[in-house]
């Protein structure tokens, strides 16, 4: 979608996963809620996503993946942005819980160049080895098939309520999450379109 759209893609999960790569002075903070599976303090998050917004070159709007994950994050990310930078949409992703744990349960990152994969959807050539780079592939912590169930069980005690907050702006759309890669993303640009001629 970044790519197609040519806007920022802002993606909470990669940069939490680079501050702890780099050795930022946040990772000692960071690393414990991720290992846990647990959800980043809004303080923390919050001074994260504004370090990342101001270092971008957002006129033109972004995408937001995996933020805000709480009511509290979701109101001050609406204080930080005003008015003139305000969300347009957003897009909530209908996914049944099985289908949920199988795909991140499923995906490889490659070591080297980060590359994603899933064992079933979108298989290397040669297993365990990446096709760009042939660097290793291997399950990240958080993909966990215990990690992601206690994901989802944090996702529904902090995150669903944002769906009603967003609602309430009448700016949420729902989208199936379970479709097949290439269906749902001839659904997801033409539904942008959609938005972009009555924008």
Not at 156 to 176: C, H, M, Q, S, V
């Amino acid at each position: 979608m970044s790519e197609k759209l040519g806007i920022s893609h802002v993606a909470m999960g990669d940069i939490l996963r680079q501050i702890l790569r780099e050795s930022d002075p946040l990772a000692d903070k960071v690393r414990p809620y991720i290992q846990k599976g647990e959800l980043v303090p809004d303080n923390l998050v919050i001074e994260i996503i504004k370090r990342r917004l101001n270092s971008l070159e957002v006129k033109d709007g972004f995408i937001l993946d995996g933020f805000p994950r709480t009511i509290k994050q979701a109101e001050i990310l609406d204080n930080y942005l005003g008015k003139e930078r305000a969300i347009g949409k957003v897009i909530n992703f209908v996914t049944p819980d099985d289908v949920i744990i199988s795909r991140l349960a499923g995906r490889r990152v490659c070591r080297k160049c980060g590359a994603n994969y899933h064992i079933k959807n979108l298989p290397p050539k040669k297993e365990g080895i990446c096709d760009r780079c042939q660097g290793e592939l291997y399950i990240r912590e958080d993909d966990r098939e215990e990690t992601v169930k206690k994901r989802l069980k944090v996702y529904n005690e902090n995150t669903y309520p944002l769906i009603e907050y967003y609602r309430d702006k009448g700016i949420l759309i729902d989208f199936p999450g379970d479709l097949p890669l290439e269906e749902a993303q001839v659904k997801l640009f033409a539904m942008l379109n959609e938005i972009k001629k009555g924008s």
